[in-house]
C-alpha cells in the first residue's frame, strides 16, 4: 500500500478515534504512516486534555466513547507506535503562536516540525486529511 | 479440526483495534510456525483480524465462535 499521511485537524473525539484506528492498522501492514497534528487536532494532545478526557465531541457517540471501554486514540496512536510504522510529529507553528512546548503535550511525538518539512516527509503518500 | 495454539490471548471486553493490536503484538514475540489464537468479544473483530492476517501474510486457520466470544486461531508464517 505505501505510505499514508494523515493530518489531524480536528479536536473532535469521534475524528481523532477513527484517524488513530485506520492509522495503526495501516501501520501494522508494512505501511509507513506519518501523522501530522494541527490546529484542534494538536491542542487534543495538551496534558491538561488528555488528563481530563476534555475533548470535543460531535455527539452521543462521542460521548459514549468516553463512558465505554473503547481504547482511546491516544494510546491507539502509541500502541501504533510500538507495533507498526508509524511516526507523529507536532506542528511548530501553532505551538510558537500559543507559546507552548513539547512538554504542554504528553509524551507521544517524534519531532516538532513545519510545514515544509512534514511535505518533505509526505512525498508521494496518500493524504487523509482529517 | 481442532488445533492446539502455543498462545492465547484472551482480549474480550476490548473494542476495535485492541484484539488485533494484542494478536500483532503476540505474533512479533513468537516464532515462526507458532500458532497464536485470540479471544475477542468485538464482533467486528472477528471478521477484521482474518482480513488483517491475509494482508501480513499469515495464515488463518480458522474463526470459531464459542460462548459470547470468538477464537481467532492464526499460524505466523513469516
Known amino acids: 500500500m505505501g505510505k499514508l499521511a494523515i493530518v489531524l485537524a480536528s479536536g473532535e473525539l469521534e475524528k481523532l478515534q477513527a484517524a488513530s484506528i485506520i492509522a495503526s492498522v495501516a501501520s501494522t501492514l508494512g505501511n509507513e504512516v506519518v501523522v501530522f497534528a494541527t490546529m484542534d487536532g494538536l491542542l487534543a494532545f495538551r496534558k491538561d486534555v488528555v488528563e481530563n478526557k476534555a475533548w470535543k465531541t460531535a455527539g452521543d457517540l462521542g460521548k459514549g466513547m468516553l463512558e465505554s471501554n473503547v481504547p482511546l486514540f491516544v494510546d491507539t496512536f502509541r500502541q501504533a507506535k510500538e507495533v507498526g510504522n508509524l511516526k507523529m510529529y507536532a506542528c511548530g507553528m501553532i505551538m510558537d503562536m500559543l507559546k507552548m512546548s513539547k512538554d504542554d503535550f504528553v509524551d507521544i511525538f517524534d519531532d516538532v516540525v513545519g510545514v515544509s518539512a512534514f511535505l518533505g516527509m509526505i512525498e508521494g503518500a496518500q493524504v487523509l486529511f482529517i | ?78
Open chain 2, 1 to 78: 479440526m481442532e488445533v492446539k495454539a502455543d498462545r492465547v490471548v484472551d482480549a474480550r471486553g476490548s473494542y476495535c483495534p485492541g484484539p488485533l493490536m494484542e494478536l500483532i503484538k503476540a505474533i512479533r514475540e513468537e516464532d515462526v510456525g507458532k500458532i497464536i489464537e485470540v479471544w475477542s468479544s468485538d464482533e467486528s473483530s472477528a471478521k477484521d483480524i482474518p482480513e488483517w492476517v491475509k494482508k501480513a501474510g499469515h495464515e488463518l486457520v480458522g474463526v470459531f465462535e464459542a460462548d459470547g466470544y470468538w477464537r481467532i486461531v492464526v499460524k505466523k508464517t513469516r
